[in-house]
């Protein structure tokens, strides 16, 4: 058992910060901008709460953080009130955030001139896989830091894995984000032909699915997808800003992107229609719908 807190409860923060308590048995300190969600998660699950992510770090062996972006990432852990403030000197954070690898390596380093180890350590999954506790998590900082904190991390991951350095962990995620923008608008596309030409969907990608155009977007998602039901998963302004930060980086590293940067400005277009919050296989609903 460690002692160790969590930085921001969210749709995936929440059950998260749970598991560590339940399944990893370690004693759980969280913080939450709106404190009334901190509150209600420590009466759930027994931990404790804190006003200021400086007082849930203060003691902990390892400090989770999994928050929006790169802003609100650098307004927990910097200033007088920030992770760093209150995290002692070889203690780990390991921030399961969807950020840039240039403010992982950012704070990599104002880590590491107070002794403390950071990990980025997004998370694929989705909410489901955060209330089952069955992310993978890809891993990117030192090895010996990394160590520290895997067990904690396998509370609720069913995969964890250190791809590399610092930043190696949001690269990772990147690529995770590239791969089902493409998945999910080619499986838009089979859909809407399969319903055009008449064919019984149920029964199309129950076929296929065991083929290889089998994938998890496909057995998840191509049911939901043929009834035009996108209200739940993972939303389009989250994949949105994802995706931004894959073009970004791409822009970088001089990789081409052209069909992820055609499927985000198609995810413009669903949020045009209202599908801000819609889960991210209603790219289908630009074709069923046109």
Known sequence: MAKVAFI????????????LKTKGGH?????????????KWAGEFGGSFKTTPREASEGCEIVFSC????????????????????????????????????????????????????IDAPVSGGQAGAENGV??????????????????????????????????????????????????????EGVNFGKRAGLDMDAVIDVISKGAAGSWQMENRAGTMSKGEFDFGFAVDWMRKDLAICLGEAENNGARLPVTALVDQFYAQVQARGGNRWDTSSLVHLLMND
Do not use: W
């Open 8 to 19: 921001g409860l969210g749709v995936m923060g929440y059950p998260m910060a749970g598991h």
């Open 27 to 39: 004693d759980v300190t969280v913080y939450n901008r709106t404190a009334a969600k901190a509150e």
């Open 67 to 118: 928050v929006g972006n790169d802003d609100d990432l650098r307004s927990i852990m910097l200033g007088d009130d920030g992770i760093l403030a209150g995290i002692a000197s070889g203690s780990v954070i390991v921030d399961n955030t969807t950020a840039s690898a240039e403010v992982a390596r950012e704070l990599y380093e104002a880590a590491k001139e107070k002794g403390v180890g950071f």
């Open 135 to 188: 992310l993978t998590v890809m891993c990117g900082g030192d090895e010996a830091e990394y160590a520290k904190a895997e067990a904690a991390i396998m509370s609720f991951a069913r995969a964890s894995r250190l791809m590399g350095g610092s930043g190696a962990g949001q690269l990772t995620k990147m690529v995770n984000q590239i791969c089902i923008a493409g998945l999910l608008q080619g499986l838009s």
